[in-house]
């Protein structure tokens, strides 16, 4: 079992910028890719970033590509999502996931709300 949890969330302005945080714990975090997802309201949950065991590859959706950045730190346990050039369309509860690829995750957060006001 890996247990999820996302921090960093809240409000900020159209232009404005947040880093959001998914510490893990459980088994070794190294051995799992993680995801960020997002949701909102009467769609489904999309993934909008993806970093592979090592870090060493990287993928992104349109939507977030050129603004958005994941990142982690396997001595930390942690992995990470900079958001850039916010827009109010990037408000949603935002989900950390980690799986066996990048394709295939197991092991969700309980989220965390971005509102991005205009």
């Known amino acids: 079992q890996v247990q999820l949890a996302e921090s960093g969330g809240g409000l900020v302005q159209a232009g404005g910028s947040l880093r959001l945080s998914c510490a893990a714990s459980?088994?070794?975090?190294?051995?799992?890719?993680v995801g960020w997802f997002r949701q909102t309201p009467g769609k489904e949950r999309e993934v909008i970033a993806a970093?592979?065991?090592?870090?060493?590859?990287?993928r992104y959706a349109n939507s977030v590509r050129g603004r958005f950045t994941i990142s982690r730190d396997n001595a930390k346990n942690t992995a990470y999502l900079q958001m850039n050039v916010l827009e109010p369309e990037d408000t949603a509860v935002y989900y950390c996931?980690?799986?066996?690829?990048?394709?295939?995750?197991?092991?969700w957060g309980q989220g965390t709300q971005v509102t991005v006001s205009s």
């Open positions: 970093v592979s065991r090592s870090g060493s590859t990287t």
């Open positions: 996931a980690a799986g066996s690829t990048v394709d295939n995750y197991d092991y």
């Open positions: 459980g088994r070794t975090f190294s051995n799992y890719a």
